[in-house]
C-alpha cells in the first residue's frame, strides 16, 4: 500500500478522530520514505552541472499546471486507466478557475484551480494550491511533511539520530519528496529526497518557515452539513504545495437520512448529533435542488515554524483562514 492509498484509506475512517489524533496515527503507521543522505564535498563542474538542472526543473515546473488532470496521470495508482468511469465523471464535470474569495491572509495565498462535482459518482473534488505571499521572507512546506514516521516524541528522544524510524527524537524531520526534483541522491549535500533536521532541509534556511495544513474536510456554509474526504498534498520546487481533495457527497440521498437514524439508534449517547445530521442533509438538499449549488468553505491552518517551539502550539496554533465558493454540476455550469 503506498503512502498516499494509507493516508486515503485513514481519512475515509476519521470522520469523528480530532485532527490530532489523526495525524498522529498516520504518522506511525507511514512507511520509511528514504535512506538518509551523506553530506560531502562535490566538484566545481558538478555543482553548476547541478545548478543548470535545477533551473531546467524550475522551468519545466513553472509550465505545468498541477491540478486534478495532473493528479490522475501522475499521483493516483492505477490512474485513469484503472478507474476509466470515475475519471470520466470527474472531468466531464470540471471547472476550472471557480469564483472564490479568501478571507484576509498576509501569510499565504489560497487558490481553487479546479472543482468537480460529478453527482453520478457522489463526489465532489477539489485541487488548490498555496503559496507564500512573501517568498523573499516565508518558505512554505506541508504539515504533513513534518515527522511523517511518527519518531519525534520530543523530550526524552535522541538528539543523534540518522535513520528514520529507527529510534525515538527529540527534534522534528523535516520530509521532502518534492514532485518534480530528481537529485542525485548522493551527490548534493544532502538536499531531496530525504529528510533530516527542519532547517537543514529547506531551499532557504535564512527564511522563515511556514507550514499549511488542510483539516481534512470542507464545510458546507449556509447550514449545510460538513464532508469529510480524502486528501493527497505534495509540493513542487517553486515552492508551492499542491493538495487534491475528495467529499463524500452521499448526504445528496434521503437514504441518507435512515443511515444516520441508524446510527443514532445504535449509538443514543450521540443521537442528538445524528439528528443534527440529518436536518443539515436535508438543507442542503433543499439547496442543491433550488439550483443554488453547493456552497462551501475550504478551512486551513498556517503556522509559522521555530526550533523549539511549543508542540501545542505548533499543531493548534497558528493562524486560520477561509476560502469560500459555489460549485454547481458541470453539466449545468460553463466549464
Not at 494550491?129 to 519525534?152: Q, R
Amino acid at each position: 500500500m503506498t503512502e498516499r492509498e494509507l493516508r486515503e484509506r485513514i481519512s475515509h475512517m476519521a470522520e469523528e478522530i480530532p485532527p490530532e489524533t489523526h495525524r498522529a496515527f498516520l504518522s506511525a503507521a507511514c512507511e520509511r520514505k528514504g535512506e538518509i543522505i551523506v553530506k560531502r564535498k562535490i566538484s566545481r563542474g558538478l555543482a553548476i552541472t547541478l545548478a543548470l538542472v535545477a533551473v531546467a526543473a524550475v522551468a519545466i515546473a513553472t509550465s505545468i499546471t498541477y491540478n486534478q488532470e495532473w493528479w490522475w496521470q501522475n499521483r493516483i495508482a492505477g490512474g485513469k486507466e484503472e478507474y476509466p468511469e470515475q475519471y470520466q465523471a470527474i472531468m466531464a464535470n470540471l471547472i476550472n478557475n471557480p469564483e472564490q474569495s479568501q478571507s484576509e491572509d498576509n501569510l499565504v495565498a489560497i487558490t481553487i484551480q479546479d472543482v468537480s462535482w460529478a453527482s453520478e459518482a457522489d463526489a465532489l473534488t477539489i485541487s488548490f494550491k498555496a503559496v507564500p505571499k512573501n517568498p523573499t521572507l516565508y518558505e512554505l512546506h506541508g504539515m504533513w511533511d513534518l515527522d511523517p514516521d511518527g519518531c519525534y516524541i520530543g523530550e526524552g528522544g535522541s538528539t543523534t539520530v540518522t535513520e528514520a524510524g529507527d529510534e525515538d527524537r527529540a527534534m522534528h524531520w523535516l520530509w521532502r519528496n518534492d514532485v518534480d526534483m530528481e537529485w542525485p541522491e548522493s551527490d548534493w549535500y544532502g538536499h531531496i529526497p530525504g529528510y533530516g533536521p527542519v532547517t537543514d532541509m529547506m531551499d532557504d534556511k535564512n527564511k522563515h518557515l511556514l507550514l499549511i495544513d488542510f483539516g481534512h474536510e470542507v464545510e458546507l456554509i449556509t447550514g449545510s452539513p460538513v464532508m469529510a474526504g480524502s486528501m493527497d498534498e505534495f509540493r513542487i520546487s517553486t515552492g508551492e504545495v499542491i493538495f487534491v481533495i475528495e467529499c463524500d457527497l452521499a448526504w445528496l440521498h434521503e437514504e441518507y437520512d435512515q443511515e444516520m437514524m441508524n446510527m443514532a439508534k445504535k449509538h443514543p449517547a450521540q443521537k442528538e448529533h445524528f439528528e443534527e445530521q440529518i436536518a443539515l442533509a436535508q438543507i442542503g438538499r433543499s439547496q442543491v435542488q433550488s439550483g443554488e449549488g453547493i456552497r462551501c468553505a475550504l478551512k486551513y491552518s498556517v503556522v509559522e515554524y521555530t526550533e523549539g517551539m511549543d508542540d501545542l502550539a505548533l499543531y493548534t496554533g497558528g493562524t486560520h483562514g477561509t476560502v469560500e465558493f459555489v460549485v454547481k454540476n458541470g453539466e449545468d455550469d460553463e466549464k
